[in-house]
Structure formats: C-alpha cells, structure tokens
C-alpha cells in the first residue's frame, strides 16, 4: 500500500536542513508540493552540506542562514519567512547532534552546553517564535527526539537530557495550544547518515534507519491524516531494537 501527500499551499519551516535529517525532510515536503523553507547554520554550498543545493531549483524552496541558537536570530528568521510568504503552516524541528563519551562526573561543561543548545535551545526558540503564526494557520510542529530519551544510559547523558527536554517541549505546546496547534515528535534510534557510519564502522548498518524513511513519518504527523493527534512520540526505531 503506497500513500502520498499534498501540501501544496503550504508554508513549511525546516530546521537543521543542510543535515542528513533536515535534507531528507526538506525533499520529503518538497516532493508533496510545499512551499519549503530551510534553515542551517550551514549553507546549501558548503561541502559538509547534504542538501544539495540543486534541490532549490528543482522545488518551490528558499534558504534561511542562521545560527538557531540565538534568539534574535531566530525571530528574525521567521519573520523573513512571513514576510516572503505571508504563513507558516508547518515547522519540523530537526536540527541537533550527537555526542557521548564520558560519565557524567567527567563531562565537561561546555560539552553538555553544546548538547543543550543545540539539541534543545534550538528546538525551543524555533517553537517559541513560530507559534503565533502557527495559531494562525491551525499548523503543526513536528521535533526529533530519540529514543535513547527514554531511559539513562552510560557516556551520553547529556544527549539522552537533551532530546528528553524535546519530548516534554512537545507535550507542553501540546497541552498550551489544544484545538489550534498539534505539537509531536519522533524517536529514531541510529540513522543511518555518513557520520554515523564514519563514527561506528563495525555496527550492523542495516539494522539503521534511513532519513527518507523518518522524514516520510514527519510528513504523516504534519498531515491533515494525523488531525487528531497532538502530545505523541512516535518510535521510528527500523529494525533495530
């Protein structure tokens, strides 16, 4: 059974989308018709980009640079995008890292800032300064958390708190915007991406999720076929367990 989704008419936000995440999301809302807005502190024409920058003549798409995690920054940003096009209908929070390592006791502090801002902040000041317009357009938010969120583990605690912090982010807009903006959000486990690989050479990389697949879920979540669905984390583990 195959399902495709129209957006056309519709203004989506994506951050962190020169990411192997956000670009597979980007294409996602730019194959089912949407207006794409993607945002990066990393810009389409850098070499560590995976969003190439083809993707914006081919798709109904512009590029927003920014650092996400400073406020001004963020409001101005989406104040472009509404300036451009006059909605907001859907925002996927997908910018964020990983990192792990070290037992609490021996983390520094910096590292866990890092995590934070990026994992989090981001999400939180993306969300914060999209929402009004959100209201406007009864729209959706759509955030990547994780599932190692659901429990603490060894060397990564400050990754685990962070996308835990997205999972309760989501609960809260969702509990605060009842009836006018539907908050979710994803847990994969490993996706597979070029870092991921590079960084753990011998796993079972079959067993990994890919970003096309994940980015199809935050499509469904955004689409008039999730209607009554706000609060949730959805698991998009693959096979692995």
Not at 202 to 208: E, L, N, S, T, V
């Amino acid at each position: 059974m195959s399902a495709s989704f129209d957006f056309d008419g519709r203004v989506v936000l994506v951050t962190g989308a020169s990411g192997a995440l956000g670009s597979a999301v980007c294409e996602a809302f730019g194959a089912a018709n949407a207006t794409v807005c993607a945002t990066d502190l990393v810009e389409p024409d850098d070499e560590d980009a995976l969003l190439d920058s083809d993707f914006f003549d081919g798709a109904d798409a512009s590029f927003y640079p920014g650092n996400l995690t400073d406020e001004g920054t963020v409001e101005g940003m989406i104040d472009a995008v509404i300036d451009d096009h006059g909605r907001l209908d859907v925002l996927a929070n997908v910018a964020g890292t990983w990192r792990g390592g070290t037992p609490i006791h021996e983390t520094a502090l910096d590292e866990y800032e890092f995590l934070l801002d990026v994992n989090l902040k981001t999400a939180f000041l993306a969300s914060k300064h999209a929402l009004p317009h959100l209201r406007d357009t009864d729209g959706s938010i759509v955030s990547v958390s994780a599932k190692s969120s659901l429990a603490g583990g060894e060397g990564d605690g400050p990754y685990r708190i962070s996308k835990a912090g997205i999972r309760l982010l989501t609960e809260t807009i969702a509990e605060e915007n009842v009836g006018t903006v539907r908050a979710n959000c994803v847990m994969p486990s490993v996706i597979d991406t070029p870092a991921n690989r590079e960084m753990m050479p011998d796993a079972d990389h079959d067993a990994w999720v890919d970003p096309e697949a994940i980015a199809r879920t935050v499509l469904v979540l955004a689409s008039d076929a999730t209607s009554v669905t706000s609060g949730a984390a959805v698991p998009v583990y693959g096979e692995s367990s």
